[in-house]
Every structure is written in structure tokens, then in C-alpha cells.
């Protein structure tokens, strides 16, 4: 496999692999399925799907089995910041970025779980199971 580990977009990154795996093996074929890692790796595990994409930093301590029957190759690093706007974090923050702060404060993901978000929490404060305002 090619080292692309390099600053630049997921997708981006998959059509390059994409595009020099078909120069190589031209009657190669592919098939997108999309999920998070709870959706992708019992996939993988049941032979489904010949590889997956997944993000290590949501499937570490969860529920979705023994990790160590997986080969995990990196690809993209990516780091995972909790944002707010100027006028937010000067109205409700205020420099006091304990957890006790932190967590009382309304948060949006792209996920309705705030999966990741609860793993940012666990990785920099220790706290697993974060009870969190999801507000969109």
C-alpha cells in the first residue's frame, strides 16, 4: 500500500488509493459501503467487505468486539478539537476549561450519539460514558 499519510481530505485520499490500485489491476472493481465503525468492522469480521476505513479514535474501548483480529494500517491522521465561536465561549466558558465546564455546555455533532465527542472527553479527562446536551 502507498504512504499516504499526508494532511489532506479522507475522500481525496481514497481516490488516490483507488486510482493506483486500478492502474495496477485494471479489472478491479469496488463497491462503497458507508458506515461508522460499529456498522463497518462486524462487516469486515463476517467477510462482507475486504476492508474497511474506520476511524480507531471512536472504536477504542467500545462495544464492537476484540480489536486485535483486525490489521490497522493508518492512513490519515486527524485531531479531534472540541470549536465554538468567540461570543460562546466568552459568554459560557470563560478560560475555565475543567471537565466540570466543559461538559455542562451544548454541543453539535454529526453523529446523534455524540459518540465522538464522548470519546474526546474519555481520551483527554478519563471520563467514559459523559452525559452530554445534545442540542442539534
Request: net charge positive; charged share 20%.
Amino acid at each position: 500500500m502507498p504512504n499516504t499519510r499526508r494532511n489532506g481530505s479522507t475522500a481525496g485520499i481514497i481516490c488516490k488509493i483507488v486510482a493506483d490500485f486500478r492502474e495496477q489491476y485494471e479489472a478491479v472493481t469496488f463497491t462503497l459501503t458507508f458506515g461508522g465503525p460499529e456498522t463497518l468492522l462486524p462487516l469486515l469480521r463476517k467477510g462482507r467487505v475486504d476492508f474497511a476505513l474506520v476511524d480507531v479514535f471512536l472504536t477504542q474501548n467500545t462495544h464492537i468486539g476484540n480489536l486485535g483480529m483486525y490489521h490497522f494500517y493508518p492512513v490519515v491522521e486527524e485531531e479531534i478539537i472540541l470549536a465554538c465561536s468567540k461570543k460562546y465561549y466568552q459568554k459560557h466558558i470563560n478560560n475555565d476549561l475543567s471537565f466540570t465546564s466543559l461538559s455542562q455546555q451544548n454541543f453539535i455533532s454529526y453523529r446523534k450519539d455524540l459518540q465522538t465527542i464522548k470519546q474526546w472527553f474519555k481520551h483527554h479527562f478519563s471520563k467514559p460514558n459523559v452525559a452530554l446536551r445534545d442540542v442539534l
